[in-house]
Structure formats: C-alpha cells, structure tokens
C-alpha cells in the first residue's frame, strides 16, 4: 500500500511497536502485523526524525541537509516510507494542535 | 529448492530467529508488568514466543491468556498449544501435543542404529502420494517404508492415546482406518517446503493426525531442519506469512497435529556430510474413514 502523505503531515510513532538492534541493523515489529522492518542508514534516520512534532516537509528537508541528498531523491525516499511505516501501523498521524 | 522456497524460508528464519525475538520479548514482558494485561497483549507475547520456538513459554502465555479470559487455563501436559486459538489476522493456530523423552536413551539409541544399519534401503521421497515423483525443488527427504526397529512399540503407543490425541487436537472420535508409517532423513540440504497433508474436507476419508518422533544422536551434529507449523484458515487453506509455531526436531520428541495445517520443514545443515548425523524422525499420518462425526463448527 502506498500513500501519498501532504508535506504538512505530521507523523507520531504508535505504541504498537517494538524495536530492537540486530547485528548492526534496526528491526521494528508491528504487534498488529507481527511483521518486521529492518531499517537500513536512511530508514534508520526517517524513523528517528519522525517525533511526532516535525511535519514532512521539514523531515525531508533536515535529511536532505544533514545528508546531502538531492531533492527529489529524498523526498521520495521520505514519503515512501513514511506511508510504508503508517501502513504496517508503526506511525499515525499526530493529533492537530 | 525453488528461489520462492528459499525466500519462504529466510523468512521464517528471520521472523524465528530466538535472538532478534528475546529483545522483543523482553519489551513486551516489561509492558505487561507496567500496564493491566490485554488480551491483545498477552497474544502477542503468546505470539512472539511459540514463532521463536520457545515451547514452554508458549505454554505458559497460554494459560495466562485463558486466566484473563475467565478460563481455568488447565489443559493435557502433552499439549503445548490447544485446539481453538486465532492468530490477530484471523487463522488458526495448528493445536500441537509435544512429548520430549518420549523413549529410554538405549531405545532411541538402538533406532539409530537400526537406521544407520539400514541406510541403502533409504530412498529420495516422492513430494506426495497424489504425484509419485521426485522433485527437489519441492522436497529433499530419504525415506525408508521397511523399517522394524520399534516399530510395534509406535503402534501400539498410538493405539492406546489416540483418544486422547483427538481430544487434545480438538478432533472427534474418529475411528483409525490405518496408519502410514515410515522413517525419514534430512541430510544436508535436507527440506520439505510449505504443504498441507490433507486438503480434503474434514468429513472425507484421508489423513488426521500427523505425528513425528525425532531421532539421532544425542548431540546432534545437524543443524536446522524445524518443523514451522502456519497458522492456517481451515475453511480456505489460506495460510499464515507471518504466524507460526517453530518447532525443534530436538532428539527424542514427539509432536502431533492435525493434518490439514500448513507446514515445512527448514532447510537442514550436516557439516559432516555423513548419514548417521542426519536429522531422522519416525513420520507417520494417521487416516481415517469418511465420517459424519459432531466436528466443532471451529473446522
């Protein structure tokens, strides 16, 4: 399932996950699913930026910064998992303040 | 083996592996002593510890979640998952009885080698009975229909629990129209991918009940070769990805199901290469007659 989230959106982490580090890897798993999700270095970074705070656009523009990606590469990046992540029922939107 | 074989099986390696689930557990455990319990919850948990093969824990998440439900939580020693759970998406978990020292060591000790003894009158299994080929894409087994070791011993040992088996595997009296029993190998590369054994519907005349006695030598020398057992939709045969109980072929154990869940058994390693450090079980289907028998409407 893929969705396309408005850059305004922003994303909190759901109770409904565990983590753990595996050989250097980051493996999230939905107690919904039961699913596993191993983040790679820029998974692993999308997953820390998301706090609940920060909309979209502002995640993709810190990763784009702090990683020296291009553009549209990262916002790409950013989104698809993003809507990878809400889908598996790892992330939900953060209620209006 | 098939590239989509392979794929299945990194996947329940993955989603088995004991050290990536112990953290995971471990979260999950800590939630449940800092919040009230839920039903969810403790079937994660249940969940989390029958996918990482850890019977006795299953076992123990078990009752706990029947406790919470209200329910005694008093089931057969033999069983390690009961007849009736549901997986979060729905299917069936495969009710599983698990005996371990099921034989005196100088029993098991002489059915290897018996085995041993009797290596070239084992041959490559066909995949199954309905398509008598041999197809390594599908399964790598040997097999040996003749053997006599113990034999009547099983046989008889069936003969007296099978009502009892039924009971626990939430399967009604039926009556046994004979048994298919053989003695299997799993050298290396060893596997049998994901199959049910019986896709007829549960009145009809075919395999109940598998079992398997897991043998060889008391340290093992193989390793892999588990039997994953997938949680099952009984009424479509859609089976579970994700869900499922692992089992160890650990020497000397006993384990039973019913025979229309979906299983496999893991892709075997055997370093050595020799025969008699393979992974050997007494595998065996128990059939039964076409039956108008009460089956609880949970089939």
């Known amino acids: 399932m893929t969705e396309n989230l408005a850059p305004a959106t922003v994303l909190q982490k759901t109770d409904d996950v565990l983590m753990t580090e595996s050989e250097g890897v980051t493996v999230l798993m939905s107690m919904t699913t039961g699913n596993f999700i191993e983040l790679n270095g820029s998974g692993a970074a999308i997953w820390e930026a998301i706090d609940g705070s920060q909309n979209q656009a502002a995640i993709i523009e810190h990763l784009q910064r702090t990683y020296q990606i291009g553009a549209d590469q990262c916002a790409a990046d950013v989104t698809e998992f993003s809507a990878q992540l809400l889908a598996e029922g790892l992330v939900q939107e953060a209620a209006s303040a | ?299």
């Open chain 2, 1 to 299: 083996m098939l590239e989509t074989a392979r794929q299945q099986f990194d996947v329940f390696a993955k989603l088995g592996n004991a050290q990536t689930n112990a953290p995971l557990r471990a979260q999950l455990k800590a939630k449940l002593a800092r919040e009230t319990p839920t039903p969810e919850a403790l079937a994660m948990q249940l969940n989390l510890a029958r996918r990482s093969g850890d019977l006795a824990a299953t076992r123990s998440a078990i009752v706990e979640l029947a406790r919470l439900n209200g329910e005694t939580g008093d089931f057969s020693e033999k069983a390690i998952v009961p007849f009736g759970l549901e997986n979060p998406t729905g299917q069936k978990l495969a009710p599983l009885i698990v005996i371990d020292d099921f034989l005196q060591p100088d029993q098991m000790n002489a059915l290897h080698r018996h085995a041993c003894d009797t290596e070239d009158e084992f041959r490559k299994a066909n995949t199954n009975s309905q398509s008598p080929a041999y197809d390594p894409d599908k399964r790598e087994t040997l097999v040996n229909w003749h053997f006599t070791e113990m034999r009547d011993h099983f046989e008889e040992f069936i003969e007296q629990n099978l009502a009892e088996f039924q009971c626990i595997l939430g399967l009604p009296a039926f009556v046994k129209e004979r048994m298919e029993l053989k003695m299997t190998c799993h050298i290396d590369g060893g596997f049998f991918r994901v199959h049910a054994d019986n896709h007829e519907p549960i009145t009809e005349a075919g395999r109940a009940i598998t079992w398997l006695y897991y043998f060889g030598e008391q340290t093992p020398r193989y390793t892999g070769g588990e039997l994953f057992l997938l949680d099952t939709e009984l009424a479509t045969g859609v089976r579970s990805t994700v869900w499922f109980t692992k089992v160890e072929p650990k020497p000397n154990r006993l384990v039973a199901f019913p025979s229309w869940f979906y299983h496999a058994v893991g892709p075997t390693q055997v370093e050595c290469g020799e025969f008699g450090a393979g992974r050997f079980a007494i595998s065996s289907h128990i059939r039964k007659p076409a039956d108008g028998l009460g089956w609880s409407t949970e089939w």
